[in-house]
């Protein structure tokens, strides 16, 4: 079964940026998988923040990180990135890569769409 990490998650300031990274903890290569990224906070359901297909045909952005945020894939070295700028407080979240063996189209910001998931990063943005 496919085991993914997250991890680049911590404390940064309003307007600040981070890159997280999604790796592949049990050998499968990520290129065979479309990725996503989801947030949750506490008391709220997880958010669809972004999505890159297996071969890259297809990005998906939630419209509050739309020209804030960037998904990209390193296939060399096995990973996928989100890389956050121009962050802002609603922002903070607990960070999860998650994975499926196709593209869920209309449905890719659905958390019941991908079979498996990391363990999560947090991000907090404040002063």
């Known amino acids: 079964q496919l085991q993914l990490v997250e991890s680049g998650g911590g404390l940064v300031q309003p307007g600040g940026s981070l890159r997280l990274s999604c790796a592949a903890a049990?050998?499968?290569?990520?290129?065979?998988?479309?990725i996503a990224w989801f947030r949750e906070v506490p008391e709220k359901d997880r958010e669809g923040v972004a999505c890159?297909?297996?071969?890259?045909?297809?990005?998906d952005y939630g419209d509050s990180v739309k020209g804030r945020f960037t998904i990209a894939r390193d296939n060399a070295k096995n990973t996928v990135y989100l890389q956050m700028n121009s962050l802002k407080p609603e922002d903070s979240a607990v960070y999860y890569c998650?994975?499926?063996?196709?593209?869920?189209?209309?449905?890719?910001?659905?958390?019941?769409?991908?079979?498996?998931w990391g363990q999560g990063t947090q991000v907090t943005v404040s002063s």
């Open positions: 890159i297909s297996n071969r890259d045909a297809d990005i």
């Open positions: 049990s050998g499968f290569s990520l290129g065979g998988y479309s």
């Open positions: 998650a994975a499926s063996t196709f593209y869920p189209a209309y449905y890719w910001n659905n958390p019941n769409e991908y079979p498996d």
